[in-house]
């Protein structure tokens, strides 16, 4: 495994301020970020939220980069919103500061889907809500085969959010995004690659090394990478609902979700 640095980087390879739950490396042409905050599972608050927006904004500035890896420490790649930052939500969904809260989550995971050189998320452990959009906002995954992957939003009493159906659904179609979605089906890594959710399901072990050395290949030839990946989004990506319409479509039924809930 590669190891990682103290927290992101600046445009002169020096570390700058932040919490140290989201970390960047640089290594032969590819941007590792790692998601650092393993007693909470890696569960995604508004200042993690802003730090990975920040760290994709400074790969997109590195024109070296040609491929992005997202990984994460501890046992879990991401165990959604952060259960505190939605329950306060949930009080009022409304109010500017939890609609601003919330809008920064579904933006760290969105902005993953737009950095301008392909991606591969690494998933070890569980990925739960907001930690499966953040997977599905990759070009290409890579999974332990005993991953635990669950969309778990109507198990917590909340309407899915950040285009939940329409990023699924590309991936694995109609009849499995709805086992999972609305049905709440776990499925593991073997499973992830027969519903072609995932590319490859390796050991544990052997997850990081697979992502990376996929990664590195591309990166080669940055210029070429950025170019290609555009492309390829733009005439691969299909759907009767593009993703930033979902997302607008789901936020107001997750809002009124998690009143209900708070409730």
């Known amino acids: 495994m590669t190891g990682v640095v103290a927290g992101p980087l600046d445009r002169k390879g020096g570390l700058v301020a932040g919490s140290g739950e989201v970390l960047l490396e640089v290594e032969g042409g590819v941007a590792i970020v790692t998601l650092n905050a393993p007693d909470r599972r890696n569960a995604l608050t508004p200042t993690m939220a802003d730090e990975l927006i920040a760290t994709f904004d400074e790969v997109d500035a590195k024109p070296a980069v040609g491929a992005l890896v997202i990984r994460a420490v501890g046992k879990s790649f991401c165990a959604g919103g952060d259960i505190q930052t939605l329950t306060s939500a949930g009080k009022d969904p409304a109010a500017p500061e939890a609609y601003e809260g919330m ?33 599905l906002a990759a070009d290409l995954r890579i999974v332990a085969r005993d991953a635990r992957l ?15 159906f329409v990023i699924l659904s590309r991936l694995i179609g109609r009849e499995a995004a709805a086992a999972m979605a609305l049905f709440g089906e776990e499925i ?59 997302m607008q479509y789901e936020r107001p039924a997750q809002m009124w979700s998690m009143r209900r809930s708070a409730g």
């Not at 933006?107 to 452990?125: H, W």
């Not at 669950?150 to 939940?164: D, T, V, Y």
């Not at 950025?226 to 609902?241: C, D, I, L, M």
């Open 188 to 246: 593991n890594g073997d499973k992830a690659v027969e519903l072609g959710l995932a590319w490859e399901s390796v050991e544990d072990a052997a997850v990081e090394d697979r992502a990376i050395e996929l990664a590195t290949r591309v990166a080669a030839d940055p210029e070429l990478a950025r170019v290609a990946v555009g492309n390829f989004r733009k005439e691969v990506v299909n759907g009767a609902v593009s993703w930033d319409v979902a």
């Open 103 to 135: 809008g920064k989550i579904y933006d760290s995971f969105y902005r993953l889907g737009q950095v301008k050189v392909p991606t591969v998320a690494a998933v070890r452990g569980s990925a739960v809500g907001a930690g499966m959009n953040m997977l």
């Open 150 to 164: 669950l969309a778990g939003f109507l198990k917590r009493g909340m309407h899915p959010g950040g285009g939940h």
